[in-house]
Nanobody, 119 residues
Framework: QVQLVESGGGLVQAGGSLRLSCAAS????????MGWFRQAPGKEREFVGS????????TYADSVKGRFSMSRDNAKNTVYLQMNSLKPEDTAVYYC????????????WGQGTQVTVSP
């Protein structure tokens, strides 16, 4: 079992930056791939990015490439999402998710943290 708790959301002006954190419980954090997803009002949840268990490979949605970056600290059981050059369309609830290394399902989710970008 993995429990995930996001933090770091808030209100920021367009062009600004935020860093989200996701703290995970459990001693096997390093064996999980981690992902970030987001859901805007009236829209479906969408993939933002993911990072492999070793932290060596990241993947991003086209909409955030070049602006967002993920990293992880396995010693702290924490994954980060650095968001730069934020746009109003980045406004959403951001969710952290975990997936067993080599698995296909995101089986564990956090409760989400709100990010609001004002024009």
């Amino acid at each position: 079992q993995v429990q995930l708790v996001e933090s770091g959301g808030g209100l920021v002006q367009a062009g600004g930056s935020l860093r989200l954190s996701c703290a995970a419980s459990g001693r096997t954090f390093s064996t999980y791939s981690m992902g970030w997803f987001r859901q805007a009002p009236g829209k479906e949840r969408e993939f933002v990015g993911s990072i492999r268990s070793s932290g060596g490979m990241t993947t991003y949605a086209d909409s955030v490439k070049g602006r967002f970056s993920m990293s992880r600290d396995n010693a702290k059981n924490t994954v980060y999402l650095q968001m730069n050059s934020l746009k109003p369309e980045d406004t959403a609830v951001y969710y952290c998710a975990a997936r067993m290394s080599g698995g296909s399902m995101w089986g564990y989710w956090g409760q989400g943290t709100q990010v609001t970008v004002s024009p």
